[in-house]
């Protein structure tokens, strides 16, 4: 902020005071959204997808700003820009996960579906996600567009076919998919490994490489048996994918995980995949001799935006064939990227149809919770069907959330820092200067806005404010979420300095000079407080409208421009005025903490037998790729703790990653042979 105040210019401040000026004469005027939405030529056309989640997980914090949350963030912020913006979402219901959840629940496939894709539904209601439709995978758009894009890919020869060695259980009488088996893992001997991946090291796993391995249904010990299957021919599409790719690239917002994860993908040279399983749940396979197979899942899923689409509306094509005219922005983890990138791209450019591939591929990296992981089964963290019973509204939620998106590395929801960031930011900062803005108003002005004249400190106070606001355009253009979100709270920073300087509850009390002075400061604080109210509609909806309502703003000024202009003018009438937030009191979340399981979580391996070193199972002594893995995880976890010291975060985040930092040394330690050092005890700092 204080950056921002040195850097202005004289002309900044005169052509900020000259914005104010213009009032709402010549502002746009928002445009009236009618279903379906569909391109317009000439037109800015923003076509958004957020990953389609599992239809049986229920999703956790961290599912829900890795993609649903920072996908509505963007997609809200694009119609406050009066961007045609169509956001597209919907379970993702096929495939083996599905077949082994109904297994559990004993239901049908379609009834676990049906039971999910509603939980899902409910949820992202509660957290206010402005889908313009939310759809699901399992319908006859599905099947029909997948056959078309792999028939068109057959005909292009870009399938192969060949043998596959798996697990068949004779007693089931089916081949077993990766989650249908359990064993002993190959590389670390844990007793649960599945099929595709250890939870315990978490090395991948090919299933017939697993010791002891059990179908899951009936016990029984499997078979190595021969299974024909079609494979995308991934090196045959590589020259093509490369040009997309240098081209999406240079003139696409990519994150850079999702540009690093890509490079890699293509650096390691790329092999044929298998696109088809021995299953019943999903899209049915269109060519004889694999009619008893159906596609897997990640040939399948992403063709869900465009079926999911097509439910939506009869003219999808105009959206999904017409790369000229729309820019197609896809959210996610980090852990979906290679689908988006290279899989999904490849199938597309390969079926030579004019699809619209992603410009924009947006990841994020992951949120964990407390000191530990999200984990279902054992009661640890917040899942979205849980956040509503804690009394905290969704908004509270969806700020903390994004507050700590995790952008450019790894980050941890703490019970803590929520409570400290909703009565500081959200409290303290935010909701006293609007709330102040417009009590000033009620108070002193019979609630209609005074009279402002501007002297030289209002009007650098004006190029401040715009300053803030182009930063917060240039952010969110590029999708930077977590640093647009920044500009809000530092334009109220602004705010409460500003009335805090010029005290306006003494001045109303003085000398005609005086009152017409707090009259100015009144009026300009309460129309920063309605541009922060339309800033704020991206992240916080519900709080948004709350105070637009309170201070009565024009529908007018809900279109973002990057002008501050005065939008509450002289003889303004507001409504009534109320606080926005409230208090987190410490007991409260200490109740929340203990109810979600935070701080007590660590990896659970089975428990080893007593002659048994698990710090040694973890790290073999003398394993240099081991050691390698390690120092740079010791590097990048210490240069964390350095920059959460730098920014004088709380004490209990600190000393959380600090004790990771020094369990990851003492396991180097370990790995390398050495004998873990004492952590040093505390005294005076070394100079």
């Keep these: 902020a204080e950056d921002t105040a040195q850097t202005l210019s004289e002309e900044d401040i005169a ?46 914090l961290g599912n829900i700003i890795g993609s649903v949350l920072s996908a509505d963030v963007f997609a809200r912020y694009c119609r406050l820009r009066n961007w045609n913006t169509l956001y597209i979402c919907g379970t993702d219901e096929y495939g083996t996960a599905t077949e082994t959840k109904a297994m559990e629940e004993g239901l049908t496939p379609q009834q676990i579906c049906d039971k999910y894709n509603a939980v899902h539904t409910a949820i992202y209601k509660w957290f206010d996600i402005s889908f313009d439709y939310f759809g699901r995978t399992t319908t006859a758009h599905q099947t029909t567009i997948a056959q078309d894009i792999f028939n068109r890919l057959l005909q292009r020869d870009f399938l192969l076919k060949d043998t596959v060695e798996q697990l068949r259980c004779e007693t089931c009488q089916r081949f077993l998919a990766d989650r249908f088996v359990e064993g002993i893992c190959p590389f670390c001997n844990y007793e649960e490994a599945r099929g595709d991946q250890c939870d315990k090291c978490g090395k991948l796993i090919n299933a017939v490489e697993l010791k002891r391995p059990q179908c899951k249904v009936c016990k029984q010990s499997p078979v190595v048996k021969s299974s024909q299957h079609l494979f995308l021919d991934l ?20 994150t850079s995980n999702a540009r690093f994860i890509t490079r890699s993908w293509i650096r390691d040279g790329l092999k044929p995949r298998c696109i088809t399983r021995d299953l019943k749940w999903g899209t049915p396979v269109p060519l004889e001799g694999f009619t008893d197979k159906v596609f897997y899942v990640w040939f399948d899923a992403p063709i869900g935006y465009i079926s999911i689409t097509a439910n939506y509306t009869d003219h999808w094509e105009k959206w999904w064939k017409n790369p000229q005219q729309v820019q197609l922005y896809n959210f996610m983890a980090k852990d979906n990227v290679p689908f988006h990138s290279v899989i999904f791209p490849s199938c597309l450019l390969g079926a030579e149809d004019n699809y619209t591939i992603v410009n924009h591929l947006v990841a994020t990296e992951y949120l964990n919770y407390e000191d530990g992981k999200f984990s279902k089964s054992r009661g640890v963290g917040v899942f979205g069907d849980m956040a509503k019973d804690t009394g905290i509204p969704a908004d509270i939620w969806r700020f903390y959330l994004l507050y700590l998106r995790p952008e450019g590395q790894d980050s941890a929801f703490s019970w803590s820092d929520l409570m400290l960031k909703n009565n500081s930011e959200l409290l303290n900062n935010l909701g006293n200067f609007v709330n102040r803005a417009g009590m000033f108003v009620q108070k002193f002005f019979n609630g209609h806005v005074p009279k402002m004249e501007l002297l030289a400190e209002d009007k650098r106070l004006l190029a401040q404010v715009t300053a803030e606001l182009r930063q917060y355009n240039q952010l969110l253009e590029k999708v930077r979420i977590r640093d647009a979100l920044r500009c809000i709270l530092n334009i109220s920073r602004h705010g409460n300095q500003y009335i805090q300087v010029n005290e306006p509850w003494k001045c109303i009390k003085g000398t005609p000079q005086e009152q017409a002075r707090a009259g100015t400061v009144t009026g300009l604080a309460v129309n920063m407080a309605a541009l922060l109210a339309v800033m704020l509609q991206p992240y916080m909806p519900s709080i948004s409208t709350v105070i637009q309502e309170q201070l009565l703003v024009p529908q007018e000024a809900s279109v973002l421009t990057s002008d501050f202009r005065c939008v509450l003018p002289e003889g303004h009438r507001i409504g009534t005025v109320s606080p926005l937030f409230q208090k987190l009191e410490n007991d409260q979340i200490e109740s929340l903490r203990k109810r979600f399981g935070g701080g007590q979580v660590k990896a659970e391996p089975k428990t080893p037998s007593p002659a048994a070193d698990p710090s040694k199972e973890t790290a073999k002594v003398g394993d240099p790729e081991r050691i390698k893995q390690l120092m740079q995880e010791v590097e990048k976890q210490g240069n964390h703790v350095r920059e959460l010291k730098g920014k004088k975060a709380e004490k209990s985040v600190i000393d959380t990653e600090v004790q990771k930092l020094l369990a990851l040394k003492k396991e180097l330690a370990l790995a390398e042979g ?14």
């Design 15 to 60: 052509a900020a005071a000259e914005s104010w000026s213009k009032g709402l004469a010549d502002a746009p005027r928002p445009k009236q959204r009618h279903h379906p939405i569909l391109p317009i030529v000439g037109e800015k056309n923003i076509l958004i997808t957020s990953a389609l989640p599992y239809v049986n997980n229920v999703p956790h």
């Design 235 to 254: 090196p045959k599409l590589e020259e093509r994918l490369e040009k997309w790719l240098q081209q999406s690239l240079a003139t696409g917002d990519w």
């Design 674 to 687: 050495k004998t873990p050092e004492a952590p040093a005890q505390k005294g005076k700092k070394k100079k």
